[in-house]
């Protein structure tokens, strides 16, 4: 054994989530949940329809808290964590403010932290340099496309440079070609900092290119079935997309969810 | 993008003009009809006395030329003032009552919807009680506010003012409050993921939210207020204000029916204006916001 081992970004020992514990519609949606996430991994969650997916990011948020078991997030309580703002969240729909622009959306976690207009205003222009969005700062969002929305929400979940970056099929609403886009650029923009990337997705092809790791689930109750590794390295490409591990791993997933009884 | 405003603000210039056809349209059909249903009523009234709902004749309908002539007379013989004039300064009077009750009304109505988003006790206690407060007849209420201000430091104008909150509150509480609520869960997720507080939150999500519900409410509540106010003020008897005019016009209804026609089209005019004030208020602050605007 090693003597040090570093800290995980995630730890996540014996988690089960009921919803409604006590009435008619008690729901089990997570049982005998065990999964340690490595600082800088990326970790795909995958699975059919309710299988508590959205449920176990959730809880790594402290969104909602487990039935049994502990969340560490960084060594410390998930609750702790989210008071220390250790993480940046993505949902499916970007969710931008209407009234605000562009860049004051991004500059919204900003300006809850207490930072100067200055330091917001520089920090939301890097943003929006880095999203590849340079000129859209004065726009308000419905101006802008379903695919750069998305870009500006994933501005807003980076701009204080969080250590981990929690993501809830943030593509899912994207067409195919734009998708594998933002796919390459969600991993240019995370190896820059080094953020831990936990995505919860539908797609297996993007679990695959996008993941260190990736998480089958298993429904009702929602367990983890199988844990596939993807060996392709820190350097992907779309070149990558035809490389032969790719195809092998595609493969390895699409097994496990079959398994599971997804129809994907 | 340049093209695109430009393009918008030339659609919106076209609506206005066309609401202005629309109104001046709608004017010219209702005198027509005004002046059709005198002139039938009148043959009718002649062969079959007491058939008509409203009697066509001089003094109860008068004709729309004297009711439009009679803004340029002068308001009683013997003085130059024109009646337009001095209906112009009593709506000024009442225009003041009618901004501070909507005012009190605002901050009143939105103190509550906050309350009673915050309290879900609060919510179950206030609600009915909301509810009742509209049953309650305005004209019963006026006198006993009226008295209060009179021996009080208030005095008449706040009296008149806290009459017309009484109405304006009411949409803005329950507006406001579905406003309040309308933010998406993930929204509040996300405030919850930034650690922002029940205040917070309040301020950077749920009252922007809250602004489309509320101001459709300011327009209502802009409007009731002038109709508010010329309650208190015919209740209170205060001087100044339309509502005297009307009351002192109705009361010499016979020796110039034309005038107290007048006096109700500037009652009418009054909340037009701060009906479109409020509506003007939404347009700038609203402004890009959203596609439609
Ligand atoms: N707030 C809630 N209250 C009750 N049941 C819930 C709640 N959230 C999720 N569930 C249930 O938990 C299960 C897992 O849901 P979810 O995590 O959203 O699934 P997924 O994201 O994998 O599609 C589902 O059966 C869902 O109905
Ligand atoms: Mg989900």
Known sequence: MTMLTPVPAISIQGVGKTFNPDSDERVVALEGIDLDVAATEFVSLIGPSGCGKSTLLRLIADLITPTTGTVEVFGRSAHEARLDRDYGMAFQSAGLFSWRKVARNIELPLELMGWSKADREARSAEMLELVQLPEFGNHYPWQLSGGMQQRVAIARALSFKPRLLLMDEPFGALDEMTREHMQNELLDLVAEVGTTVVFVTHSISEATFLSDRVVVLSPRPGRIHAIIDVPLGDRRTEDTREDETFFKSTTEVREALRQVGASA | ?293
């Open chain 2, 1 to 293: 993008m340049v093209a695109a405003a430009a393009q918008r603000r030339e659609t919106a210039g076209r609506r206005r003009i066309q609401t202005g056809l629309a109104v001046a349209g709608a004017l010219v059909v209702f005198s027509t009809l005004w002046e059709v249903y005198k002139l039938l009523g009148g043959i009718i009234d002649d062969r079959w006395p007491d058939i008509l709902p409203v009697r066509p004749d001089n003094l109860t309908m008068p004709h729309v030329w004297e009711i439009a002539g009679s803004f340029i007379e002068p308001v009683q013989r013997g003085r130059s003032e024109i009646l337009a004039m001095s209906l112009l300064k009593a709506a000024g009077f009442t225009l003041i009552e009618a901004g501070l009750g909507f005012l009190i009304g605002t901050v009143v109505g939105l103190g509550l919807a906050v309350l009673m988003l915050r309290s879900f006790w609060l919510d179950r206690a206030l609600v009915p009680w909301i509810n009742i407060s509209q049953t309650v007849p305005l004209i019963a209420l006026a006198p006993i506010v009226v008295t209060w201000g009179r021996t009080t430091f208030l005095g008449d104008t706040v009296s008149v003012a806290l009459i017309a909150a009484y109405l304006t509150f009411f949409p803005v509480a329950v507006n406001g409050l579905a406003g309040l609520k309308s933010p998406a869960p993930e929204a509040l997720e996300l405030m919850r993921s930034y650690a922002a507080g029940w205040s917070k939150t309040l301020f950077a999500l749920r009252l922007p939210a809250a602004r489309p519900y509320l101001f459709p409410a300011f327009k209502l509540a802009a409007t009731l207020s002038v109709v508010g106010a010329i309650v208190g003020e015919i209740s209170a008897g205060i001087r100044g204000g339309l509502g005297r005019v009307i009351l002192d016009y109705a009361g010499r209804y016979t020796t110039g029916p034309e005038k107290l026609y007048a006096a109700v089209i500037a009652a009418a005019l009054l909340g037009l204006f701060v009906f479109g004030m409020a509506n003007l208020a939404e347009a700038r602050i609203l402004r890009g916001e959203n596609q439609e605007s």
